[in-house]
């Protein structure tokens, strides 16, 4: 398993944008065969900071949702709207291994 966290900052004028293209996004990406979670997570104290949790069965499952059309679109869309370029950690997965504790 290996989760990535994206830390996204958003222009203020485009909080709101950002959002919604986001959840449109998590939608999709939580259908994708190989996904475990999708969460997408805004700063309690500072709007403009966002946090994409994202958990892929394997390293295969993570790349292939860069490909998938939903991400693509998402990405363009969004990309104009980030105060600074958006920074993606992946982390292996420790605990839980079974899936069924998603």
Not at 6 to 31: M, W
Not at 37 to 51: A, E, G, I, K
Request: hydrophobic share 35%; glycine share 2%.
């Amino acid at each position: 398993m290996i989760v990535t966290c994206v830390h996204v900052y958003v222009k203020p004028d485009h909080i709101d944008d950002f959002i919604q293209a986001s959840r449109l996004n998590h939608e999709k990406s939580t259908q994708e065969a190989a996904n475990m979670r999708f969460d997408v997570l805004q700063h309690q104290n500072d709007p403009t900071c966002f946090l994409l949790y994202e958990a892929y069965e394997s390293k295969d499952g993570a790349a292939a949702h860069k490909q998938t059309e939903h991400y693509l679109t998402w990405r363009k869309t969004v990309e104009p709207w980030m105060a600074k370029p958006r920074e993606g950690v992946p982390y292996q997965v420790i605990a839980p291994e079974e899936r069924g504790k998603w």
